[in-house]
């Protein structure tokens, strides 16, 4: 089973253009089924996940999950997301990657109104990526905040469950893995691995880095899948430091 991890459409860093990403998503439309962490495993299944909910995700990658019939699970982060937004889609829409959490009263993000909207389409899943963004490994952070008052922001303002959780930046340490699985089914991280199902390796979900594509489908060339797959065979033995 293959996870991928994206970010941004038509951003400056952590991003992919428009039309390459359209091409992506044409290529897994035809070649894959996605899914969601609790759906059964068909026949390729592929889950793509989306960092931290910027508004260009409804704005731009919404339209075409809905264009090709994809399912996709959308990382989210409660202390950015604002309730609506009246303001003009092209200021949501013109900050650079590392303005965009400084500037979350400007609509930088989906508002839960639109979270909503694309809930109800059945394409669109939200999991947690923590209450406020942070490196759950440093001292100074409060991992058990980070991780029950995200979860319970968001069911309380969506009326859904959440079960999956996106570690921040990718940082975790056993103590952290552990303190998730307590309130959250599913763990992703980065990795540039592939998974035998949900239950990841070691408890972990690893996610292919599927930001800066150069075409449509070179993640899925027969020698990137294998060099995914011997990672994770490597990381079952010898853990996921």
């Known amino acids: 089973m293959i996870s991928m991890m994206y970010h941004h459409l038509n951003s400056d860093r952590c991003s992919n253009k428009y039309e390459i990403f359209e091409e992506h998503l044409k290529y897994i439309s035809q070649n894959f089924t996605t899914v969601f962490p609790c759906d059964k495993l068909p026949k390729n299944p592929i889950c793509l996940v989306f960092d931290d909910g910027y508004f260009d995700f409804y704005k731009l990658i919404f339209p075409l999950l809905k264009k090709y019939n994809l399912k996709a699970l959308?990382?989210?982060v409660p202390k950015y997301i604002l309730d609506d937004c009246d303001i003009e889609d092209t200021k949501r829409l013109s900050y650079e990657h590392n303005d965009l959490f400084q500037y979350y009263e400007n609509g930088t993000f989906c508002s839960y109104n639109e979270l909503k909207e694309m809930i109800q389409s059945g394409l669109v899943e939200i999991a947690s990526h923590s209450y406020s963004h942070q490196n759950l490994v440093e001292d100074?952070?409060?991992v058990i905040l980070e991780l029950q008052k995200s979860k319970k922001v968001l069911e309380e303002k969506l009326n859904i469950k959440v079960e999956s959780f996106v570690f921040p930046f990718g940082?975790?340490?056993?103590?952290?893995?552990?303190?998730?699985?307590?309130?959250?089914?599913?763990?992703?991280?980065?990795?540039n691995g592939t998974n035998k199902d949900f239950n990841g390796t070691k408890g972990v979900i690893y996610?292919?880095?599927g930001d800066n594509l150069k075409n449509?489908?070179?993640?899925?060339?027969?020698?990137?899948?294998l060099?995914?797959?011997?990672?994770?065979v490597i990381k079952s033995i010898v853990g996921n430091r």
């Open 74 to 76: 959308l990382a989210v």
């Open 140 to 142: 100074s952070v409060d």
């Open 171 to 191: 940082k975790y340490n056993q103590q952290v893995l552990d303190e998730t699985k307590k309130y959250y089914k599913y763990a992703f991280r980065i990795g």
């Open 207 to 209: 996610r292919i880095d």
């Open 216 to 225: 449509g489908n070179e993640i899925f060339n027969f020698f990137n899948i």
């Open 227 to 232: 060099q995914y797959r011997i990672k994770i």
